[in-house]
């Protein structure tokens, strides 16, 4: 369900992709080394708490998210990780840890780290633990819309 309703969308836009379908995997290092990704092309997807909603925080696989920067650059001291509980209300057709990087499907607006827009491709978690979605950085960003901020914990 999860990868139709990204799928379908991609399609809709007419945006080239590519599915990747690799083992159950619950991190997303281990995402990236399954679907042979280096972990800098791997766009993990954090949900957030702000202030009056929710975010996504996407960064590499490799990196954790800095709250502090993130607050810093929005402007707010209220961020905070979402429960997971919090998670599945959101994104109900997802598997929760596996959320694709598209809030504009859940309406939640979107913070990118500048490190996934060196690259020309970025691979992510296309809502299930055994599927990921690679797809050129170019498309998201016009797609998506999102917030390029660095939010990373010092490299």
């Known amino acids: 369900m999860p990868l139709n309703r990204v799928t379908e969308y991609l399609e809709d836009a007419h945006v080239s992709y ?13 995402t990236a080394a399954d679907t042979q990704t280096p972990g ?4 993990k997807t954090v949900v957030l708490g702000l202030p009056g909603g929710h975010a996504m925080a996407v960064v590499p696989a490799l990196y954790k998210v800095d709250l ?7 402007g ?14 959101l994104c109900p057709d997802c598997d929760v840890g596996a959320e ?7 309406d939640m607006p979107v913070f990118v780290d500048p490190t996934l827009a060196k690259d020309e491709f ?10 990921a979605i690679r797809m050129r950085f170019s498309d998201y960003e ?8 660095d939010m990373v914990v010092e490299r």
Not at 79 to 89: C, F, G, P, T
């Open 18 to 30: 590519e599915v990747v379908h690799h083992h159950v995997d619950y991190t997303a290092q281990e």
């Open 40 to 43: 800098r092309e791997f766009a």
């Open 68 to 74: 502090e920067k993130i607050r810093q650059g929005i």
């Open 100 to 106: 694709p990087p598209f809030g504009n499907l859940y």
């Open 122 to 131: 970025i691979t992510f978690n296309g809502g299930t633990h055994a599927d």
């Open 142 to 149: 016009r797609l998506v819309h999102p917030t390029i901020m």
């Open 76 to 89: 707010s001291r209220q961020v905070r990780l979402a429960e997971e509980e919090v998670m599945a209300r």
